[in-house]
């Protein structure tokens, strides 16, 4: 046996018991829940507020602000949802709605390398709905005046803080 494996054998979490793991960060993110059926979707394990959270960019028609697109952060273990207009999508402009929505929500950015993305229900979903009832308000008003309706950003908190 060379160094290096005696050095990763010693340091191992193997033997240790999982009631003292339990709190820690790295021993829940990898542990894999049971399905409970075989056509089941893998499920996210949320071990504490803030710890997890999905996100995603969504595009809608342009409006007279200049607004493009929205980012929307879900916070998986309570399903809160928040979103901010774009104007586009450099990589300047996402961290900085990024870095908005934080700071609304009082919750500390760590920067860190992304992880490979499984799973994105819960972001898709609020995008539906976000868009749905956006969309049925610009259809509104275009029945009601008889223009094509493209103002979005007027509500767009209004109908993400519900």
Do not use: C
Not at 37 to 58: D, G, M
Not at 136 to 150: D, I, R
């Amino acid at each position: 046996m060379s160094h290096l494996e005696n050095y990763y054998k010693y340091y191992s979490l193997f033997r240790v018991p999982a009631r003292i793991l339990k709190g820690e960060e790295h021993y829940n993110l990898y542990k894999k829940p049971l399905k409970e059926k075989s056509t089941e979707r893998l499920k996210v394990i949320v071990w504490k507020p803030n710890a997890t959270h999905q996100a995603n960019l969504a595009e809608m028609p342009v409006n007279s602000k200049g607004f493009h697109y929205f980012l929307v952060v879900v916070e998986v273990a309570g399903k809160r949802v928040n979103a901010e207009p774009l104007k586009n999508k450099i990589a300047n402009r996402v961290l900085n709605g990024f870095v908005k929505i934080y700071r609304r929500n009082r919750v500390m950015i760590r920067f860190e390398e992304p992880g490979r993305h499984k799973q994105q229900s819960y972001a898709e979903r609020a995008i539906q709905a976000i868009q749905e009832h956006l969309l049925k308000q610009m259809v509104a008003q275009e029945l009601k005046t008889g223009v094509t309706s493209v103002e979005w950003s007027e509500d767009f908190h209004n109908v993400v803080s519900r």
